[in-house]
C-alpha cells in the first residue's frame, strides 16, 4: 500500500524554523514529483513548494508567499522529502501535507485524492 507520511510540525515562535519530512511506503519518491500543500483554517489547500522527479533537471518551485524562506530537498537514501522552513510568520499556521505526481507541471490541490494525514504548524506572534 502506497502512503506518503508527513511529521515535523510544531508550535513555534515567529521568526523561527522548522523542518517537515514527507517519508513515503510503498514507493520510491526519486521518482515522482513531490508537492508541499498547506490548508489553514477558513482557506483552500495551497500548493506552496514543488520539486521534480531526479530524472528532470528543473529546478524547484515555490508560491510567493514561501519564496526565500523555505526550501524544499530530497534524501534519497531515505526515501525523504523536507520542507525546510524559515523565518516563519503567523500566516504560515496550518495544517501542511505532501503528495506526489508525474510532474510539477499542473499539480495542484484539486489533483490529488490520496491525502495523508498532515502535519500542523503553528506559529506564534
Known amino acids: 500500500q502506497v502512503q506518503l507520511v508527513e511529521s515535523g510540525g510544531g508550535l513555534v515562535q515567529s521568526g523561527g524554523s522548522l523542518r517537515l519530512s514527507c517519508a513515503a511506503v510503498g514507493i520510491t519518491l526519486d521518482y515522482y514529483a513531490i508537492g508541499w500543500f498547506r490548508q489553514a483554517p477558513g482557506k483552500e489547500r495551497e500548493r506552496i513548494s514543488c520539486?521534480?522527479?531526479?530524472?528532470?533537471?528543473?529546478?524547484?518551485t515555490y508560491s510567493d508567499s514561501v519564496q526565500g524562506r523555505f526550501t524544499i530537498s530530497r534524501d534519497s537514501s531515505l526515501n525523504t522529502v523536507y520542507l525546510q522552513m524559515d523565518n516563519l510568520k503567523p500566516e504560515d499556521t496550518a495544517v501542511y501535507y505532501c503528495?506526489?505526481?508525474?510532474?510539477?507541471?499542473?499539480?495542484?490541490?484539486?489533483?490529488?485524492?490520496?491525502w495523508g494525514q498532515g502535519t500542523q504548524v503553528t506559529v506564534s506572534s
Open positions: 503528495a506526489r505526481r508525474q510532474t510539477c507541471s499542473g499539480f495542484n490541490a484539486l489533483s490529488v485524492t490520496d
Open positions: 520539486i521534480t522527479s531526479i530524472s528532470r533537471r528543473a529546478g524547484p
